[in-house]
């Protein structure tokens, strides 16, 4: 029998320890390559999805819009054809070649006497393209607004080339959703689905006609949600390839099911650069339900112009966080006027529904019912206020009138702020429709700084309301010089509270 030598016997040892040592491990599920297997096999078919009987099923469902409006003919280059149709195929007929100016003559323009006939006056001409996509069997289609906005007719081609002329129902700019129907039956509608269940990460994609490629399919995932880029729509965003052409298609979960209809991109070259934008579909089957049963849209009104609370703002008039949205104008004679809404308030409910962003409340307003009569909450000098408030019909835009005068009674002397005021006249005070307020006559240091200048109104400092110039430096004088402070300012019609910080 052979004899081992020592380093053998060292040797067969070390094997002996590793191998248990390996079995101990995979049988506790920590040797770190069989954990990096098995889960990322599982990852594997988890991120790794197959999208072809999800888009089977909904690629019927998706269509092709191209619309078409009434232009000056344009005499054609030679050959006969003119050389930059193609370009105007997808930017439209107003699309102006390189080199010359507009591409058609302005409205009312004088015809040249010299100049040749053209024949026609006016000629066909394509528009633009987008998509949509059938939300009902006999032949309702849900796309954007501006996919048909200007449009003198709309043409619809189906998966299988059947085209179709559709007429417009109803069409909200507000919200960019427009509902069109063609003269068919038995088309192959997409099922709603719940934009609220998406996750961030979640795979969609979207089926659409980018530069008028039809049936184009891409895919990503959900990158944010309730993305505001706007006054009644928090969108989702998704790194789903949409370009030109895509405005108008659906968006699509895992489940095939439509959760958004892609709306926008953003992009500092006018093509695809990784950020998308679709509408909850959700919030467009709202606006379809007036618009199928009216053909526009009514929403609620209170009359007031808002912007966000800033932290130094919040801090400033105790209300801790920022949260709500802070009241800036109120229109006379409306809602919020009314309910004794006042310029500097910070609105934190609106009936049942919590203001946590300036954003919601127009959200909130607008899908309220015109003559509903609800509570609206307001922060307001420290303390939260309850207001009865009757909701109006939205109808146009307007502005509560009164320009602030320049003339006071008693200049004050330059105080912390940086400021010099004067008293508010009380014939200024009945047309402005304030209780009190000093106007700036000069402006230097902290208040220069943060853009107040002379003709401003200061109505609050902090959570006291100002009544006098006298009064206004004494609360001056008494602030803490190391923590900022807020004063509420009125210029023209608008009213915004301006963070500044005294001078040490």
Known sequence: MPRLSQPSLAATARNCFLALFAALALQAGSLPGAQAQTPGAQAQTRVLPDFTD???????????????????????????????????????????????????????????????????????????????????????????HHVVKGADDIYVTLTDRREFKAKVIGSDERTDVALIKIEASNMVPLKIGDPNQLRKGEWV?????????????????????????????????????????????????MRGEVVGINSQIISRSGGFMGISLSIPIDDAMRVVEQLRTSGRVIRGRIGVQIGEVTKEVADAIGLGRTTG??????????????????????????????????????????????????????????????????????????????????????????????????????????????????????????????????????LALNNSEITSATQFNALVAKLDRSRPCVVLVRRDDLTQWVPLRPVK
Request: zero cysteines; glycine letters at 14%.
């Open 325 to 458: 949205a802070s009241v800036g104008m109120v229109e006379a004679g409306s809602p919020a006027e009314k309910a004794g809404i006042e310029a500097g308030d910070v609105i934190l409910k609106f009936g049942d529904k919590t203001i946590d962003r300036a954003s919601d409340l127009p959200r909130a307003v607008g899908d309220t019912k015109p003559g509903t009569k609800t509570t609206i909450q307001v922060w307001r000098r420290g303390a939260t206020r309850n207001l009865d408030i009757t909701v109006a019909e939205l109808q146009s835009d307007s502005a509560a009138t009164g320009k602030p005068g320049d003339e006071g009674s008693q200049t004050q002397k330059t105080n912390a702020l940086g400021v010099t005021v004067t008293d508010l006249p009380a014939d200024q005070r009945r047309e402005l429709r304030v209780r009190g307020g000093v106007v700036v006559e000069t402006a230097e240091g902290p208040a220069a700084r943060a853009g107040i200048r002379k003709g401003d109104i200061l």
């Open 54 to 144: 999800i888009v089977e099923k909904a690629d019927p469902a998706v269509v092709n819009i191209r619309t078409t409006a009434k232009a000056p003919s344009r005499g054609p280059a030679a050959g006969g054809q003119d050389p930059y149709e193609l370009f105007r195929w997808f930017f439209g007929p107003d699309f102006v070649p390189p080199g010359q100016g507009r591409g058609r003559p302005a409205p009312n323009t004088p015809k040249s006497p010299n100049a040749p006939d053209s024949g026609d006056d006016e000629q066909e001409v394509p528009r633009g393209v987008g998509s949509g996509f059938f939300i009902s069997a006999d032949g309702y289609i849900l796309t954007n």
């Open 205 to 253: 994609l979207a089926i659409g006609s980018p530069f008028g490629l039809e049936s184009t399919v891409t895919a990503g995932v959900v990158s944010a949600k309730g993305r505001d880029t706007g006054d009644y729509l928090p969108f989702i965003q998704s790194d789903v390839a949409v370009n030109p052409g895509n405005s108008g298609g659906p968006l699509l979960n």
